[in-house]
């Protein structure tokens, strides 16, 4: 038998099909629970959004159109289910207008050489991880879809209703960001030694 | 020619290769022949390259028992949508 396309189940959820949403949820959840961990970053947080996302899919599903793919829809129900909590927790993070990032070079110290395995310590991945925390929302948002989910640019700009141009900006400055965290962190503790790294 | 400013804003598109290709090669020049930005850019890639890294390692699986709270979190909502139940006949 023929694996129904996720337009099919959309089609019979809208008849009140209750098999064919929860087809849509087996499909999904993982995905969504995956993307809104990344976002909300405590598994507490990112079970509330799953749950928020599909009750409002459920509850929403009838008005549908079917202008974007199901998964775009989903995916943008559950961007703007973590944006919400993460609002509303009102973690420190930095404003979206701090412009932090320089206009102009300015000698920065150059940590890079060596594999990524030996640069990523414990120390690091935590120190990686507060930055990301401390991105503001609506840049977490758009790096968490872009990076690590690895989506394009069209695709986000469809899933946050943003233009292309707002999400480049808004990643751009995310990675800055995240890259002058780990320069500080490089620069306080050992820098990795060329010679050592590179050594024959 | 481009100026250290204006390479500094286009990094993330050079990296992403989402530019044009006259573009490319002037970025490549600047990168190659100017060091400041050539640890800016250096470094960049390699923030990428970790946080990528440390995203493919850990696996974000469900929770034990994730998934049946979500249904009856959804059952629920089917009983409240459909209203109060008749109650059966005996």
New interface residues.
Partial sequence: MAIATDEELVRKSKEDDERAFGELVSRYESKVYSLALRMVRNPEDAEDVLQDTFLRAYRGIKSFQGASTFSTWIYRITANSALMRLRKKQLPTVSIDDAEERETPVNIADWTPGPVEQLLSQELQHEMDEAIEALPPEFRQVFVLRDVEEMSNAEVAEILDLSVAAVKSRLHRARLKVRNRLAGYFSDNAKPKRSAMGAH | MLT??EV??S???YL?A?MKEDIVNEMKRHIGS?S??R??F??????????????TQGA????VG??D???K??EL??MK?KGPQPPKMV
């Fill in positions: 250290c400013k500094l804003e990094l993330s598109d992403d989402d100017c400041d930005c640890a800016e250096d470094t960049l890639t390699m923030t990428i390259k970790l946080y990528k890294h440390e995203h974000q699986v469900m929770p994730c998934h709270r979500l249904v979190v959804l909502e089917k949508s």
